[in-house]
């Protein structure tokens, strides 16, 4: 990728938008009903966003290849300004920021300091966001809790002591459907529960008996989904259980409480398409 400068690429992407200006003037021309005074600041908006979102972008790409010049080999997917002042670098969803020139990089968390918002997590849980219709549920295990017309979907491994905390959390929570996709990565053992549940004759039952009051599952042999589920988690980037995801495609990593659970879970049955318009 060659770098321009700022300059440089102004003038390339003011050559681009004559173009753009010509058509329009063409147009007129055609026309027995000139623009407005009103139209043409329009037009005139229009084309000065383009050229400054075409300089923005410019400049991204040149921070881009900057940074990978200074860290050869570093993921990076995607470069974008923040309202700070600083440039951020996504590393296949981990984030950096730093300045145009590339001179500085903060490794940690931005907060802004006038609302107390930790900008950070909020852009991970943006870039982080899915099509909960797109999940393989197939793959997964499904409880339906009262009328369930709320959703969720859960990554959780046998051994992880928060997903069995989690898990009496879901207890006191009604009309909800849980769908779980058992993740086998803390230990081997972790697969042997996962093949010996998913083989069972009662999955859900077989995994609740296991995660609430510690029963262990018969030893059974079947063709189990722990590969696929591991390789889902990997393309959704699940690095820890449990990782919630919520109807409205948000997602939440560990075990909430009570409380900030339900939050979550009214915020995101608000945001979600409704029932009827998913059929």
């Known amino acids: 990728m060659q770098v321009f400068s700022l300059a440089t690429f102004r003038r390339v992407a003011a050559l681009a938008l004559l173009s753009v200006g010509l058509a329009i003037g063409a147009a007129q021309a055609q026309s027995t009903a000139p623009l407005s005074a009103a139209g043409q600041a329009a037009v005139d908006d229009v084309i000065s966003k383009a050229a400054d979102d075409a300089a923005d972008a410019a400049i991204a790409a040149n921070v881009h290849e900057r ?20 440039y951020e670098v996504n590393l296949g969803g981990d984030l950096v920021y730093t300045d145009e020139a590339v001179r500085f990089v903060l490794d940690g968390t931005l907060i802004d300091a006038e609302t107390r918002r930790d900008v950070t997590r909020a852009r991970k849980e943006e870039l982080s966001r899915i099509a909960f219709d797109d999940l393989p549920l197939a793959l997964a295990l499904k409880q339906v809790k009262g009328k369930g017309e709320r959703r969720i979907a859960i990554f959780e491994d046998p051994n992880c002591g928060y997903c069995k905390q989690f898990r009496r959390t879901l207890e006191e929570v009604d009309n909800l459907t849980v769908h779980t996709f058992l993740l ?15 083989c069972s004759k009662s999955r859900e039952k077989t995994w609740d008996d296991w995660m609430l009051r510690g029963k262990v599952p018969p030893a059974a042999t079947c063709d189990d989904v722990g590969g696929e589920v591991v390789a ?20 939440a990593n560990g075990a909430l409480s009570l409380d900030a659970f339900k939050t979550r879970l009214d915020a995101a049955a608000q945001a979600a398409p409704k029932a009827d318009a998913r059929k």
């Open 184 to 198: 086998p990565i803390l230990s081997p053992d972790s697969h042997v529960k996962v093949r010996d549940v998913w």
């Open 67 to 86: 940074f990978v010049s200074r860290f050869p080999g570093a993921p990076v997917t995607d470069v974008r300004a923040t309202p700070y002042g600083l």
């Open 232 to 251: 889902l988690a990997q393309k959704l980037m699940v690095r820890g259980t449990p990782a919630i995801f919520f109807d409205d495609g948000s997602r």
